[in-house]
């Protein structure tokens, strides 16, 4: 199924931040990028994880309204494609620094990890993700941290 909502993108420039944000009424958030390229891809990405997640856990999504006030900003549409076996594939896959946290070991250990086919894993956008479940099982198991003790 297709979902498009109006965002709201406004040109920042200020001592913090010199780029795009993109407001979404209907979703009360907004992303933001530094070029335009950038923001167009968080804004995508913004909509694929919260109607994912609605689809996901069950909950109502939004219906898309248009027409907001858009102050000094463009209105723009963006348009994505959402299912429930997309929502649940897009959830089944985790940033290395989330496996990291739920770990509790380093960023690095866990790109070794799936380098070397210890954590399931894929790369998209130049970015490593790893399975979910092979985080959560792992966890579960307690796996020991550490090197293991070298035999004499």
Known sequence: ??????GIITKEVDGSFDGYSIVFPDWGGATCGRTLEEAAHMASDFLKAHISS???EGEIIPSPSFNHDIGKGTRIYVTIEMNQEKAEEYWAWMPVQAAAEILGITAGRVRVMASSGVLPSIREHGKIYVLRAAVEERKARGAKRGRPALKS
Request: aromatic share 22%; hydrophobic share 35%.
């Open 1 to 6: 199924m297709n979902y498009t909502y109006e």
């Open 54 to 56: 609605c689809l996901v």
